[in-house]
């Protein structure tokens, strides 16, 4: 089923842990989008493009099916409903169009931490908690391993505790939730991202024309993201080891400074930030006025 229409439907994460970076990032690419809390669809105000914010598990089913152009949700997500369908023998095809720089996180198994934990063998038999039963079940197969899965959509993480498996499988980031529960991570089963995705049938030409223009633009921001403006006064004496010292900066700008000919000031365009022990070695070196600068948009 498709639905019609000239706008490019996004199907996006209402609210949770996507939902701010992927508004910041269609945001960043020019839309300019009147959200109100409440509603379900976004209109676009300068482009023919409605945003439909949903649950980040309707996300891919809605991409699938056809209902929506583009989505952006957790890989972890994507690929659970992916093997569910080929599983059940349902349609699941669907394109990534990118990977994105947000909404990084790894599913992981985890244990009480007093266990002596010593390798995947230790979980045969057992009662493992998860969200992500498809993706569990995989792991475990491919490791040989017969335990019960349980499926839990929300608070994984208090199923040991309320007795209701030995262990677990769920997202991990930092690790504060694990730790809080008295568990530890023991196997990385999964690393996931976000990533843009896109109907497989799409076909229109003014939506296809559409996701020409964004692409460009979404690479241009994440390659802004991690690109950094960096400039700084150097002593002349020192050129050659103070750019050294400056990441990925082959070809630096370097501009006279007014009344001081022992100093030179450098202008650079960095794929990294500095670090502090850099910014420290640069000021020994005689270096000054030293700035580190976001950069907001990007197009080469
Ligand atoms: N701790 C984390 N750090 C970074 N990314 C995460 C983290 N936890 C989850 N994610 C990513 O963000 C996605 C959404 O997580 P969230 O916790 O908001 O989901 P949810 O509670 O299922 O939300 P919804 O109400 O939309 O169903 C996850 O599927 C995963 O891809
Ligand atoms: O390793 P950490 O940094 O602690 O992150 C992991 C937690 O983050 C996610 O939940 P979230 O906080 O989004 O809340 P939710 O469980 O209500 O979705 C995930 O489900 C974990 O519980
Ligand atoms: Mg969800």
Redesign the pocket.
Known sequence: MTVDGKRLRIAMQKS??LSQDSQALLTSCGLKINLREQRLIAHVENMEIDLLRVRDDDIPGLVMDGVCDLGIVGENVLEELSLQRQIDNEPYNYQVLTRLDFGG?RLSIAVPQEENYQSVKDLEGRTIAT?YPRLLNRYLKQNGVNARVVTLK????VAPRAGLASAIC?????????E?NGLKEVEVIYRSKAVLIQRRDLAESNKLNMINKLMPRIAGVMQANESKYIMLHAPRAQLEQVIALLPGAENPTLLPLAGNDAMVAIHVVSSETLFWETMEKLKALGASSILVLPIEKMME
């Open positions: 949770g842990r996180c969200t929300g608070s994984v993480e769920d997202l991990v980031s930092t690790g504060a939730t694990l809080a």
